[in-house]
């Protein structure tokens, strides 16, 4: 058995910063001694894979980070771990706990099929893994084996927990927290004549200099690398829905920096729990733009379900406490420029439709992240 101390301060030493996950029994004295501790951050996830974003946008900002997720929940972690960390090459120390073990004494029948498959998965998503070390002086040079090979391929790798690993820590106290009032919700959505690609210009000009934009995946990506390719932009190509928690991490990494998160209707729908965990953690720095056509444009135009869900008023009971919408790009654009150091939620109203001829990018994913690093290190 180890000890939460030891390990997080050793991880410490190796610049291990921030941590987010989802809760476990099995590891609930590491999450307590971070949450404790004063010179680390955690961040309460609403799902894994949520986790594994927040993480992953915190490295690019400079921050060496930790997921930590029970393996029942590996599942939704896997779009972000095979579409986001392995492509842009972002690399994170994962946690994974293994709740039904074939080799313990017997789980819920829930953990079952999950126990069995935790190690075989983490081989298919060709993530290297060990397992968590099981004594103090064993816990040095399992992370030097981690941080190795995190340095080496800027991938992701697993430490797996088995039950009884870590001695308990009490349980911290909680300063309790009365819920913010909601923000005024703007009447609804006008009729807008606007394209994305016209919104996605607009935002270009009004960004400035220090800022970072980080755009969805489909045709937002592509949008904004056709109005104009540049180094503080991350294009997430895969990982639905995972953007806004990635540009959470970055926000959260760098608060010098405004960080404008270019979405889409259909991946908030995706993942809409984000949008809790972004409005209780209110990065000062994070602008939220939702270009809303009501469509999967790039799959084929299906309907998403924004025309019944009113995304502004869910943002304000999820504490957004500055909510507003947007149907032309000089509403946008007054947005940007007025815009308070104070989280922000801009639903944005635009017409489906696309250019011929839309480019992908020509630049990869990892030397796109590898770009706004340099970049984001040059204005530190």
């Not at 490295?59 to 095979?82: C, D, F, H, R, Y």
Request: glycine share 8%; proline share 7%.
């Amino acid at each position: 058995m180890i000890h939460a101390a030891h390990f997080i301060l050793a991880a410490r030493q190796r610049g291990f910063a921030l941590y987010s996950g989802v809760p476990c029994s099995y590891f609930k004295s590491l999450i307590n001694y971070v949450i404790g501790a004063q010179e680390l951050r955690y961040i309460a996830a609403a799902n894994e894979g949520e986790s594994v974003s927040i993480a992953a946008g915190a490295e690019l900002g400079g921050l060496k980070s930790v997921a930590m997720l029970q393996n029942s929940g590996l599942g939704n972690a896997v779009n972000p771990l095979t579409s986001l960390t392995n492509v842009s090459r972002i690399p994170l120390l994962l946690i994974v706990t293994l709740r039904g073990d074939p080799e313990a004494m017997p789980d819920e029948p829930q953990h079952q099929t999950m126990g069995r498959l935790t190690t075989p998965l983490l081989d298919l998503l060709e993530i290297p893994w060990a397992y968590f070390p099981t004594t103090d002086t064993e816990t040095p040079a399992a992370l030097d084996r981690a941080a190795a090979y995190m340095d080496r391929e800027n991938k992701p790798y697993a430490l797996v927990l088995r039950k009884g690993q870590v001695a308990d820590v009490a349980t911290p106290s909680f300063a309790t927290t009365a819920a913010p009032q909601p923000a005024p919700v703007p009447p609804p959505l006008g009729k807008s004549t606007v394209t994305r690609l016209e919104m996605l210009r607009a935002v270009q000009q009004a960004a400035r200099p220090s800022d970072v934009l980080v755009a969805t995946t489909g045709y937002t990506c592509r949008e904004l690398y056709a109005a104009g390719d540049r180094e503080n932009q991350f294009y997430t190509v895969g990982a639905m829905g995972c953007a806004s928690s990635l540009a959470l991490g970055l926000a959260l990494a760098r608060p010098r920096h405004r960080v404008i998160m270019l979405d889409g209707d259909g991946a908030v729908l995706m993942r809409m729990g984000a949008l809790s965990t972004i409005g209780y953690e209110r990065p000062a720095n994070l602008v939220h733009i939702v270009l809303d056509n009501q469509a999967y444009e790039s799959t084929g135009a299906q309907q998403t379900r924004s025309m019944s869900t009113d995304l502004a008023a869910v943002a304000a009971a999820c504490g957004y406490p500055r909510v507003l919408r947007a149907t032309t790009t000089k509403e946008l654009t007054a947005a940007l420029n007025q815009a308070p150091d104070e989280l922000t939620f801009l639903h944005a109203g635009i017409v489906p439709g696309v250019g011929k001829e839309l480019p992908r990018p020509a630049v990869g994913p990892p030397e796109v992240a590898h770009r706004l690093r340099a970049f984001l290190r040059r204005d530190a």
